[in-house]
């Protein structure tokens, strides 16, 4: 998966093949999860599952707003993301001035959100599986994964769910993709589609 802003030509890379899906990203989730077992989980999710009835379609209307930041606004992004940082050695070394800071800082709440996840064994330790749903009814989607005991990464892509789910062991990405047929079935969801997340890499402008 690549985020970008602006479209670019995938076709050039060596080793490509073809583009799933391209479109835009607009709003990202990572609901709040609670301390449970997977075994705990699968079951709260079968029985949401089981009450689930697809009627009234639950879709909401995306938002999209643009980003005109200047360059220096983006290197200010850059400096201090992910990071707690003394604003005053930073600014020096990037030589942004600190009224430009101070007008940035006022756009963040706009502009950016920040996500924390839940992952009781350490991230590193689980498989990472990613699932493009075409669905009508998000958010009984978004409180089906909600009920996991790993933070699920929800985005919305054009008219569908992104949605990454981590799990601990080969069995419960068994139950895992159980499950995603069963929603199928279940006509919570239309189609889909699935890959395994194999490494991540955060670029730089």
């Not at 609901?31 to 697809?54: C, I, N």
């Not at 919305?156 to 799990?167: G, P, W």
């Amino acid at each position: 998966m690549v985020i970008t802003d602006r479209l670019l030509d995938f076709s050039q890379l060596v080793g490509f093949e073809a583009v799933v899906h391209q479109g835009v990203r607009y709003y990202s989730y990572t609901p709040k999860v609670g301390y449970t077992t997977w075994d705990e989980s699968f079951a709260k999710v079968y029985e949401q599952l089981g009450r689930f009835t697809p009627v009234e379609t639950e879709y909401k209307d995306r938002r999209f707003t643009t980003l005109d930041w200047s360059q220096d606004e983006w290197k200010l992004f850059y400096a201090f993301n992910f990071m707690r940082k003394k604003v005053t050695p930073v600014l020096q070394k990037i030589k942004v001035r600190y009224e430009a800071y101070i007008k940035w800082m006022e756009t963040l709440e706009d502009h950016c959100t920040i996500h924390t996840g839940f992952y009781p064994q350490g991230y590193k330790t689980y498989l990472s599986y990613c699932f493009l749903l075409f669905t009508d009814y998000e958010k009984s989607v978004k409180s089906l994964f909600s009920l996991f005991p790993t933070t699920p990464f929800i985005m919305e892509v054009d008219s569908q769910l992104l949605v990454f789910v981590n799990v601990s062991s080969s069995d419960f990405k068994r139950k895992l993709f159980c499950l995603i047929y069963d929603m199928k079935r279940k006509q919570m969801i239309r189609r889909f589609r699935q890959a395994a997340v194999l490494f991540h890499f955060y670029g730089r402008r």
